[in-house]
T-cell receptor
């Protein structure tokens, strides 16, 4: 089955860019997602990308997909303290279940 | 409703008691999922309902855990004879059958004392 891996922790300074990385194993994955979880809350869908795309930009967020290497990244420009949260990567095949990574805890230092 | 609603938001129970957690998905979403998140951990898949198909129960950790979904809408996750290791946040999500990602509820924080 699918396996999704993320690094556990990332620390950046306010105003810098953050890059959160994710790898997955199933090359058939069609949909790839990024979720944000703030303390005490559920997961909030941030953005997603289809496997036929290699980049998607949405305001401060840029998603890059390297299908050959099965590597997904989320770049947050001008990172703010409010971006401090856990970020989860997820991969899936359309109507089927998503497989989630273990989450990357982003800490933004003022 | 506008979002996925879970109740209660917090539940403290004594070891050995049964608990029921409720999830009300977005109207029209045919798929419903339960996940468990222990403190500081990732998501552990529990069970998945898709339309009228038999649920995928492959993630349920023991036979003390069960879930049902009535009328293709509201779902109840039941934990019998709770143990301290059941303490976690239980998250419910729903989705349309094709893509679009999941919409999560805010979760139920279960504490077994």
């Amino acid at each position: 089955g699918e396996d999704v891996e993320q690094s556990l922790f990332l620390s950046v300074r306010e105003g810098d860019s953050s890059v959160i990385n994710c790898t997955y194993t199933d090359s058939s994955s069609t949909y790839l997602y990024w979720y944000k979880q703030e303390p005490g809350a559920g997961l909030q869908l941030l953005t997603y990308i289809f496997s036929n795309m290699d980049m998607k930009q949405d305001q401060r967020l840029t998603v890059l997909l390297n299908k050959k290497d099965k590597h997904l990244s989320l770049r947050i420009a001008d990172t703010q303290t409010g971006d401090s949260a856990i970020y989860f990567c997820a991969a899936g095949l359309g109507g089927n279940m998503l497989t989630f990574g273990g989450g990357t805890r982003l800490m933004v230092k003022p | 409703g506008a979002g996925v609603s879970q109740s209660p938001s917090n539940k403290v129970t004594e070891k050995g008691k049964d608990v029921e957690l409720r999830c009300d998905p977005i109207s029209g979403h045919t798929a419903l999922y339960w996940y468990r998140q222990s403190l500081g951990q990732g998501l552990e898949f529990l069970i998945y309902f898709q339309g009228n198909s038999a649920p995928d129960k492959s993630g349920l950790p023991s036979d003390r855990f069960s879930a049902e979904r009535t009328g293709g809408s509201v779902s109840t996750l039941t934990i019998q004879r709770t143990q301290q290791e059941d303490s976690a946040v239980y998250l419910c999500a729903s989705s349309l059958s094709q893509g679009g990602g999941y919409t999560f509820g805010s979760g139920t924080r279960l504490t077994v004392v």
